[in-house]
């Protein structure tokens, strides 16, 4: 899975093996071995993180945090998300 950042003791991250057409652009997180079932967040197209799951379960005070700081990586996100799967398109 490819790393995208470390924060706070999370992992945020691609799903190497998305479904063909790709989703939407998004990042996982978790807190230790990257996996299916992470939490996941939607990156709109005017860059704001939109929660879609917490299956991390990660603390709202943590969730809070990671939130914000997607939303202020969220063009680096995107372009890292174009240079990886060649494609892209937003939730919203």
């Known amino acids: 899975m490819p790393q995208i950042f470390k924060f706070g003791g999370y992992i945020i991250f691609f799903w190497s093996n998305e479904n063909r057409p790709t ?14 079932n992470a939490t996941k967040v939607w990156i709109t197209r005017k ?3 939109l929660l879609c799951n917490n299956n991390s ?22 372009k890292q998300w174009y240079k990886y799967f060649e494609e892209i398109s937003y939730y919203c």
């Open 57 to 78: 379960h990660i603390p709202s005070k943590d969730l809070r945090k990671l939130m914000a700081f997607i939303e202020s990586n969220s063009q680096e996100i995107i």
């Open 23 to 36: 989703e939407p652009v998004h990042v996982h997180i978790t807190e230790h071995n990257p996996g299916a």
């Open 47 to 49: 860059g704001k993180a």
